[in-house]
């Protein structure tokens, strides 16, 4: 399985401030995803990070509020951009493709945002 | 609306009962995983489906992939305090992104 590791654990932000979280894998990946979710509750796809072009965007989230970059195929970044107190949850990376077969995905710890 | 539907959303159960989780859908996916979550961190896999009718044991749990790979169970034997979390399916289609179930809260009471 895949090690997936997350700077930083939490944070607490101020309103109108961004944040970029990082998502590192330990080995190389075919897709990677972000995803948000609300404590005790099920995930919410973000998007799709796509290694050497744009991200792909569920419906309801937007590139100019959520940028992510994928420079390679082992690390991506999600940055909450001019955040509100709605935008306090739990921020999740995934990675498919890294051991066995690509039908599985990996989690990292999660990213616990405070926004006041 | 979710593409996949769990159920029951909460069980609370005492220390040795069985339970089972549902997790449906009108689509068909070429596979489906099964995820349990703790507070404070990121989803664990337990187990992945591929083939219409499998089923696959982890110790006390049992996992099975519907015949027309739309739907999931997780069964629970003996269920014991350390079971307890937030249990979630995921389905894979066409090899693209996953969709996640609603989720089931299992809280096992010693």
């Known amino acids: 399985s895949a090690v997936i590791s997350q700077k930083p654990s939490r944070d607490i932000c101020q309103r109108g401030t961004s944040l970029t979280i990082q998502c590192q894998v330990d080995?190389?990946?075919?897709?990677m995803f972000w995803y948000r979710q609300q404590p005790g509750q099920s995930l919410t796809l973000i998007a799709t990070?796509?290694?050497?072009?744009?991200?792909?965007?569920e419906s309801g989230f937007v590139i100019d509020k959520f940028p992510i970059s994928r420079p390679n195929l082992t690390f991506s970044t999600l940055t909450v951009s001019n955040m509100s107190p709605e935008d306090s949850s739990i921020y999740l990376c995934?990675?498919?493709?890294?051991?066995?077969?690509?039908?599985?995905?990996?989690f990292g710890p999660g990213t616990r945002l405070l926004v006041l | 609306t979710q593409l996949l539907e769990q159920s029951p959303q909460f069980l609370s159960i005492q220390e040795g009962e069985n339970l089972t989780v549902y997790c449906n859908s009108s689509?068909?996916?070429?596979?489906l995983q099964w995820y349990r979550q703790e507070p404070g961190e990121g989803p664990v896999l337990l187990v992945t489906?591929?083939?219409?009718?499998e089923v696959k044991k982890l110790k006390r749990l049992t996992f099975q992939f519907g015949d027309a790979r739309k739907d999931s169970s997780l069964h629970i034997t003996a269920a014991q305090p350390g079971d307890t979390g937030l249990y979630l399916c995921?389905?894979?289609?066409?090899?693209?992104?996953?969709?996640f179930g609603s989720g089931t809260k299992l809280n096992v009471k010693p």
């Open positions: 995934s990675a498919d493709g890294a051991g066995k077969g690509q039908e599985t995905q990996y």
């Open positions: 080995s190389q990946v075919t897709m």
């Open positions: 990070a796509n290694q050497g072009s744009e991200a792909t965007y």
């Open positions: 689509s068909v996916f070429s596979s």
């Open positions: 489906v591929v083939t219409g009718g």
């Open positions: 995921a389905g894979r289609r066409n090899f693209n992104k996953f969709y």
